[in-house]
């Protein structure tokens, strides 16, 4: 099959949409289909048999200079302007305008794919293409009502009012979601979520989970570092739960030598940063961003106990490659994190969200107990082996595309 795999950003280390557009994409050219990843910035780091095609976007939120107001050169049309006065407005953009500049680009290459899917846009461009008869599906690894819902909880004042303008976009993304005849996920809890939170026929979800190349993620060959805990935030926001880590990890220093290795982008002067300062713990907590994945796997390795704190998850692929290190963790019960892992505590300490006094012992009860460590972190690695590898992710999504193709072929047979 041609496949057209759309991504509106794929920053390639951090963030779970970069790492679904590298691994699928490889995953099925190795089964002998062609890709070509259409992205908006940033751009992904892909497999060499891997087409990439640049959506450029006027890309405002690039770091060091986030919300940045582009060079009148730098306007090219009309979409270029709505990116721009809905920025001004306090929307985010991407989702729409990548899809219109999309949409646009493969109206004029229909004839070149077999499937189009598209990967968490849900932008209003994709139903231009579904009316022009094109196979079409899309992901929803899961849906972003569930970061908006958290982030007004926490916000105050006129914070609260911009919260709500920024996430206008979720729906448009429900809206689209309706009008889409299949939908992919990656968990259960994603799926039932994406179905009460955007009306979506529960019958029109394939649940197809991420995977993890288990041969770069892999246990240790060296001893792990006394004490370390690392934790994968792909985000600087509420629902990641870095607030009750580092106030958990503030009480376990008090009693015991640990650090904290936090793997995410901060945002200048923004929450994690500023709890650091309040709580005195800038001494035993160290963050890193950009690492490739040998590095993370590096990482994910030497520790004694990784944690996700998150107050929900639709997947959590750095759960996945914790497990394939063979590190033990302690994750939230929250969100498809249960169900990831598995219930039964083999791999995973479960602990109430945003529970920080509940968090700090199931660290230490961890940190004390080096057997303890070494059976959850075996049985990580099998659970891992059993359940989750790109290559089955690559042939079900294959499955997916296949009848997505006929079910369009259906469709305008009819329509004749």
């Known amino acids: 099959m041609r496949v057209a795999l759309l991504s509106y950003r794929s920053e390639p280390h951090c963030g779970g949409q970069g790492v679904y557009v590298r691994h699928l994409s490889r995953g099925l050219v190795e089964l002998g289909h062609e890709v070509e990843v259409f992205s908006g910035q940033p751009y992904p780091v892909l497999d060499e048999r891997v087409r990439l095609t640049p959506v450029p976007s006027l890309d405002l939120y690039r770091q060091p200079d986030p919300f940045r107001t582009p060079r009148p050169s730098e306007l090219r049309g009309a979409t270029d302007l709505l990116e721009l006065a809905t920025m001004w407005t306090a929307g985010f953009p991407e989702p729409l305008t990548f899809s219109l500049r999309a949409a ?50 926490a916000a105050t004042g006129w914070r609260r009012l911009t919260l709500r303008r920024w996430y206008g976009f979720v729906r448009m993304q429900a809206r689209v979601a309706r009008r889409l005849p299949e939908l992919l996920t990656v968990s259960g809890c994603s799926a039932d979520d994406i179905s009460a939170d955007f009306a979506v026929p529960r019958e029109q979800l394939r649940v197809v989970p991420l995977g993890v190349d288990t041969g770069v993620f892999r246990p240790p060959d060296v001893p792990r570092v006394p004490g370390r805990i690392v934790a994968i935030a792909s985000a600087d926001v509420p629902l990641k739960g870095v607030r009750h880590l580092l106030e958990a990890v503030a009480k376990l220093r008090t009693e015991r030598d640990v650090e904290l290795t936090l793997v995410t982008r901060l945002t200048p002067g923004g929450p994690t940063e500023r709890m650091i300062s309040e709580l005195a713990i800038g001494d035993v907590v160290h963050t890193v961003s950009g690492v490739s994945d040998a590095e993370l796997s590096t990482l994910l390795a030497s520790a004694e106990v990784a944690c996700v704190p998150s107050l929900y998850e639709g997947f959590s692929l750095p759960t ?65 082996l059993r359940r989750y590898s790109w290559t089955s992710v690559a042939a079900a999504t294959a499955e997916c595309y296949a009848e997505t193709i006929e079910r369009t072929r259906r469709e305008r047979h009819a329509d004749r």
Do not use: W
């Not at 109206?107 to 008869?133: I, P, T, W």
């Open 320 to 384: 996945v490659e914790a497990m394939a290190c063979g590190t033990p963790l302690v994750v939230s019960r929250a969100g498809a994190l249960p169900e990831v892992v598995g219930e039964d505590g083999e791999c995973a300490d479960l602990v109430p969200p945003g529970d920080t006094e509940a968090l700090a012992r199931g660290l230490a009860d961890q940190l004390d107990d080096p057997a303890r460590r070494v059976r959850m972190g075996e049985a990580g690695r099998r659970r891992v």
């Open 104 to 153: 646009k680009l493969l109206r004029a290459r229909a004839a070149e794919f077999d499937v189009v899917h598209d990967n968490q846009s849900l932008g209003y461009g994709l139903l231009s293409l579904r009316r022009a008869g094109v196979p079409l599906l899309a992901t929803v690894h899961h849906p972003i009502t569930r970061d908006r819902v958290t982030d007004l909880a």
